[in-house]
C-alpha cells in the first residue's frame, strides 16, 4: 500500500500515454533551458565574483529582481508574439511541435 496513493490495486489497470510523457519532457527541457539561461544571464550581470560575506548584498539582491521580471517578461511577450503570429507557420514544422499544436488545437474544440 503507497501511504501517497492509498491502495495500489486501484492504479493497477491505468495507462500511461507517451504523447503525453512526450509533451512533458519537451516542457522540461524547455522549462530548463531558460531557466538556467536566466541564471547564468542575470548572476553574471548582478553578482560580484569577489566574495567577501555569504550573503548577497542589497544591491545584488535588487538587481537579481529586476533581471529575472525582465526576463520573465520578454519571454512572455515573446511567446505570445510568436503564438499569435506563428501559430500555423513553418517555424512549428518540428514533429514535437506540431504534436503540441494538435493537442492545443483540440483541448481548445473540446472547451
Same mark, same amino acid.
Given at each position: 500500500?503507497? %501511504?501517497f496513493?492509498?491502495?495500489?490495486s486501484? $492504479?493497477?489497470?491505468?495507462? %500511461?500515454?507517451?504523447?503525453?510523457?512526450? =509533451?512533458?519532457?519537451?516542457?522540461f527541457?524547455?522549462?530548463?533551458? *531558460?531557466f538556467?539561461?536566466?541564471?547564468?544571464?542575470?548572476?553574471?550581470?548582478?553578482?560580484?565574483? #569577489?566574495?567577501?560575506?555569504? #550573503?548577497? *548584498?542589497?544591491?545584488?539582491?535588487?538587481?537579481?529582481?529586476?533581471?529575472?521580471?525582465?526576463? %520573465?517578461?520578454?519571454? %512572455?511577450?515573446i511567446?505570445n508574439?510568436?503564438?499569435?503570429?506563428?501559430? $500555423?507557420?513553418?517555424?512549428?514544422s !518540428?514533429?514535437?511541435?506540431?504534436?503540441?499544436?494538435? !493537442? =492545443?488545437?483540440?483541448?481548445?474544440? #473540446?472547451?
Amino acid at each position: 500500500m503507497s %501511504v501517497f496513493l492509498g491502495s495500489t490495486s486501484q $492504479f493497477s489497470h491505468a495507462t %500511461v500515454d507517451p504523447e503525453k510523457i512526450k =509533451l512533458a519532457e519537451i516542457q522540461f527541457q524547455a522549462m530548463s533551458f *531558460t531557466f538556467n539561461k536566466l541564471l547564468a544571464r542575470c548572476e553574471a550581470k548582478c553578482l560580484v565574483h #569577489e566574495y567577501g560575506e555569504g #550573503e548577497l *548584498t542589497k544591491g545584488e539582491l535588487e538587481c537579481i529582481d529586476r533581471c529575472v521580471l525582465k526576463y %520573465v517578461k520578454a519571454n %512572455v511577450v515573446i511567446g505570445n508574439f510568436l503564438q499569435t503570429n506563428f501559430r $500555423f507557420s513553418p517555424y512549428n514544422s !518540428m514533429p514535437e511541435y506540431k504534436k503540441v499544436q494538435e !493537442m =492545443l488545437i483540440n483541448s481548445e474544440r #473540446e472547451q
